[in-house]
């Protein structure tokens, strides 16, 4: 197949990069909400909310690949490619150094970025490749993680890889396996259109008002990603110091953990659910809730396991309700 050559930039995909934008920022916001307790819960980290977060980072990585075919068309165009690279690069740096400041037990050693900067130069020798060769890799690739999980390579210079048994502690983790796949994915895409794509109505498309400003911030991508993340923990830490945490935030994770603690060392479960209820009312009562955060003090500490037993066997019938 003809390589795709493409002079100049496609409306269409600087308008699908500027709405994966839009998501992820949206994404990031429901994450702040709930790491500064606006909301009852983190809503990013529910079962919905990592299938949304799976998604937002597959869009941009298929469209690295689909950008790499229309950026070097039927020859590799080396300047360009390594400016691009090195700006990826240098921002994923940044990310790392900020996060490591900001957030040390979780900072982002191998993120979204991370993973653009390294897929985009692994996926060279695939350039020229037939696509269903790149599509069979991709599917490879993709699959990995099921084939090949080793705790092995758990090691902390491997991790990058994907291919442990345990998730690391970080805020943002797309490591290469699977998510190299996606890369060649948008590659193999971009490749099996026709080989005229200034043809097609792809390339004719032209977009309206929200798809201009949406192709607009496709095109500043990288400045949008930097800086979105700071501006939004800005304007809602400022929020939360207005008006304090949602009054139930946390709470839900409170009780499934004290239910699930109290049902492994031999509660039945009803009384553990109702206990749950009550400690974490006492808790709050006794202006111990409003520690989470940082560590009980060992008065603290024994206040709280004081309550919890108390309330414990009250929900099994032995005792009153504190």
Request: with cysteine; aromatic share 8%.
């Amino acid at each position: 197949m003809v390589p795709v050559s493409v002079p100049g930039r496609l409306a269409v995909i600087d308008a699908a990069r500027g709405a994966a934008l839009v998501a992820m920022a949206a994404y990031h916001a429901v994450w702040d909400l709930g790491f500064l307790r606006l909301t009852p819960d983190n809503y990013a980290l529910t079962a919905p909310g990592k299938v949304a977060a799976h998604c937002i980072a597959g869009s941009f990585l298929f469209l690295v690949g689909v950008g790499l075919v229309l950026m070097n068309g039927a020859d590799f165009r080396p300047r360009p490619f390594l400016r691009r690279l090195l700006r990826i690069a240098a921002a994923a740096l940044l990310i790392t150094v900020a996060t490591a400041w900001a957030f040390p037990d979780s900072f982002i050693f191998f993120g979204v970025l991370h993973c653009i900067a390294l897929s985009s130069v692994l996926a060279l020798p695939f350039l020229r490749l037939p696509p269903v060769l790149v599509l069979a890799f991709a599917a490879l690739v993709a699959a990995a993680p099921f084939l090949v999980a080793s705790p092995a390579l758990d090691a902390p210079a491997l991790r990058f890889l994907g291919l442990g048994v345990t998730l690391p502690r970080t805020n943002d983790y797309v490591p290469l396996f699977p998510w190299f796949g996606a890369v060649l994915a948008g590659l193999a895409a971009a490749r099996l259109v026709p080989p005229r794509l200034s043809g097609t109505p792809l390339a004719r498309w032209r977009p309206g008002r929200l798809g201009r400003a949406l192709a607009l911030a496709g095109r500043h991508s990288l400045a949008i990603y930097l800086v979105h993340q700071p501006l939004l923990l800005a304007l809602l830490t400022g929020l939360v110091t207005l008006t304090g945490p949602h009054p139930r935030a946390g709470l839900d994770r409170f009780h499934a953990d004290y239910e699930a603690n109290c049902v492994r060392t031999g509660g039945e479960a009803g009384a553990c659910a109702r206990a749950a209820r009550c400690t974490a009312d006492a808790l709050r009562r006794e202006n111990l809730w409003s520690v989470d955060g940082r560590r009980f003090t060992a008065a603290e500490t024994l206040r709280a396991q004081g309550l919890s037993e108390t309330c414990y066997a009250a929900a099994e019938g032995s005792a009153p309700t504190p």
